[in-house]
């Protein structure tokens, strides 16, 4: 059978994709330190609590299992937070990536999937942004995701460790069968925000912002369904287990929407009404950020299932009303 090691497998994109695993048919070892992640969410395989930091845990865990492969989604990602605790960041993000990339160096474990982020690229120069595009991360969590990437390059030369890396833009959305969904604490982002506001649990949605240059004054970015993120993983990984090169794709749906146009179809799929107060601008958001994923398409073969917004808002709106129900 054939093993795989996902770290940071209780977090939101982590335990969908353990799921997804288990369902292909692989082994699935979670090692998790339960920073923002929970034990009730990895729903099978053998679970580790441990923290990247703990090398000797680490060396223990790759002399008990022989990994054929290695994905990455445990990191801290609050992009303000990160601008306040830079610190915090490079530790976890990168000193404890480079623990994980150089355990499996020495117990030649050789195929890495990495949770990037579209805030590898910074202001856009262009949209949609394809992979060409220049990287230039503007606050310490886009920084951090960018430097990881470039270090594995490094290692790919050095170690011959390949990697794709995945550079997610608005991840959203939940199991379509209503197990799991999203559940940051503190929540910062806007679909599940807007749904507590829907469910009465929160009094309003504060809209950050209403004269950016886009139709209709509010940010736009491109929600991709959790599941359809897996996917690519899973293509990824496959992908690397056929002896592929390392690469690295963006993905997106390539379609933007609006922080309005949020809203709209959550009241449309909720049915409530949801309360919106007018804020300032969020410092270090972009008006506009939608990927060009043609290249995910064409080489990992990746076809998103749950492109429409609707259908998202659907399954974040099961997720919420489920947890609200206890
Ligand atoms: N927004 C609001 N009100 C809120 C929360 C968000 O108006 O209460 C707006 C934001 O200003 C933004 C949009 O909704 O325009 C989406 O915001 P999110 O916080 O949901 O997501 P971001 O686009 O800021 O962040 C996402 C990932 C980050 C990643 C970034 C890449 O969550 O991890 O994309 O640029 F860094």
Redesign the pocket.
Known sequence: MTTILVVGGAGYIGSHMVKMLLRTGYQVIVLDNLSGGYRDAVIGGDFVWADLADRPTLARLFKGYQFDGVMHFASF???GESVRHPGKYYQNNIANTLNLLDTMVKHDVNKFIFSS???IFGEPQYTPIDEQHIKHPINP??RSKWLIEQILSDYDHAHQLKSICLR????AGADPEGQLGERHSPE????P?VLRAASGQHSH?????QDYQTTDG????DYVHVNDLCQAHLLSLEHLLSGANSAAYNLGNGQGFS?QQ?IDVSQEVTGREIPVVI?E??PG??AK?VADSKLAQQKLAWSPQYADLKTIISHAWQWETRCQNG
């Open positions: 990602i609050e992009v982020s579209a805030a969590y886009g997610y833009f608005n991840a910062t982002h806007l679909i925000l949605i504060t809209m950050f912002g509010t940010c736009v970015r922080v949020v804020g601008r969020r958001d972009p950020l």
